[in-house]
């Protein structure tokens, strides 16, 4: 089952605008990591974020963790048509010290010219 | 810096017949490796999960199977290929030595069963 789970599924804004997609989990995690996938390829990695962190930023992007509510929140501001494309968040498989982690199933950002 | 390489990019095969994809990564030594599974408007599958030469993990029961001969070479295979084995299947590799790692993506192999 899905650890993580994203939404909306599907986002379309006009170019300029900000978009923001949201991700909740079932447990307790110590990071949770945001990735991007254009048609056809494979996934970019975004942010990681760890538990212990409220925020962080990267450019255009900031990412939010509510660890009390088991939400993250991803945040494009002043999207361009280039941000087209999935945007998947993850978080850890297993409680064990790997480096597995299982992928929600995606928003869809398409950017409106 | 870091690559990864996964090829090939397509591929169409036939029920029954093998399958072989290949992974290799360069640019770093003793990375964990992934082999994931992407069916259409969906998340990943973990499939394979690989922290040395010759450890595998299985993480789902399947028709396929994997192998690392090579520190860095990573091999998805199938002896006989059933429809549901179509699907985007991606590979990924993380640094060794525990969590908190990103993975790095190659750009996938669109397998059609036919």
């Known amino acids: 089952s899905q650890q993580g789970e994203e939404d909306p599924q599907a986002l379309s804004i006009q170019e300029g605008e900000n978009a923001t997609m949201n991700c909740s989990y079932k447990t307790s995690i110590n990071n949770l990591q945001w990735y991007r996938q254009n048609s056809g390829r494979g996934l970019v990695h975004l942010i990681l974020i760890r538990s212990n962190e409220r925020e962080k930023h990267s450019g255009r992007l900031r990412v939010t963790l509510d660890t009390s509510k088991k939400s993250s929140s991803l945040l494009i501001t002043a999207s361009r048509a280039a941000d087209t494309a999935s945007y998947f968040c993850a978080t850890p498989l297993t409680a064990n010290r790997d480096d597995k982690i299982i992928f929600g199933k995606g928003t869809r950002l398409h950017i409106l010219p | 810096s870091q690559t990864i390489h996964q090829w090939p990019a397509t591929l169409v095969q036939p029920v029954g017949s093998p399958l072989s994809l290949e992974c290799t990564v360069e640019g770093t030594s003793n990375p964990n490796l992934y082999w994931y599974r992407q069916a259409a408007g969906r998340g990943l599958q973990l499939l394979f999960y690989s922290v040395g030469i010759g450890q595998i993990s299985s993480e789902v029961p399947q028709n396929l199977s994997a192998s690392r001969p090579q520190d860095r070479q990573f091999i998805l295979s199938s002896k006989k290929l059933l429809l549901s084995d179509s699907g985007f299947y991606l590979c990924?590799?993380?640094?060794?030595?525990?969590?908190?790692?990103?993975?790095?993506f190659g750009d996938g192999t669109r397998l059609s069963i036919l």
């Open positions: 990924a590799w993380s640094p060794g030595g525990g969590q908190n790692q990103p993975q790095h």
